[in-house]
Nanobody, 126 residues
Framework: QVQVVESGGGLVQAGGSLRLSCTVSGLTFDDVAMGWFRQAPGKEREGVSCISRSGDITYYADSVKGRFTISRDNAKNTLYLEMNSLKPEDTAMYYC???????????????????WGQGTQVTVSS
């Protein structure tokens, strides 16, 4: 059984930083591309960032480019999202997801992801 578990969310002031982690079990981690998505109340789910199986290809939404960094440690079955210069508009539930895919592919479309975590809340106060 595949499990995806996010952690690291919390309350932070604008301009602050947080690091989200996502641990995956039940599959071979380097067989899946990974992504971070977020959803704020009353808004649609938004793709934040995604990374290829080996970690050498990444994608960032324009809204987070230059502030967020995605990475993965395949030896630890863990995905990370380093979030700096946080803004109140970054407030959302953040979800981690895994997608079966070929090498050197980033998966941007949320509908192509096979496994999702329960989410971790990030709240940025002004």
């Amino acid at each position: 059984q595949v499990q995806v578990v996010e952690s690291g969310g919390g309350l932070v002031q604008a301009g602050g930083s947080l690091r989200l982690s996502c641990t995956v079990s039940g599959l071979t981690f380097d067989d899946v591309a990974m992504g971070w998505f977020r959803q704020a109340p009353g808004k649609e789910r938004e793709g934040v960032s995604c990374i290829s199986r080996s970690g050498d290809i990444t994608y960032y939404a324009d809204s987070v480019k230059g502030r967020f960094t995605i990475s993965r440690d395949n030896a630890k079955n863990t995905l990370y999202l380093e979030m700096n210069s946080l803004k109140p508009e970054d407030t959302a539930m953040y979800y981690c997801a895994a997608a079966w895919t070929a090498l050197y592919i980033v998966v941007v479309d949320a509908t192509e992801y096979n496994y999702w975590g329960q989410g971790t809340q990030v709240t940025v106060s002004s």
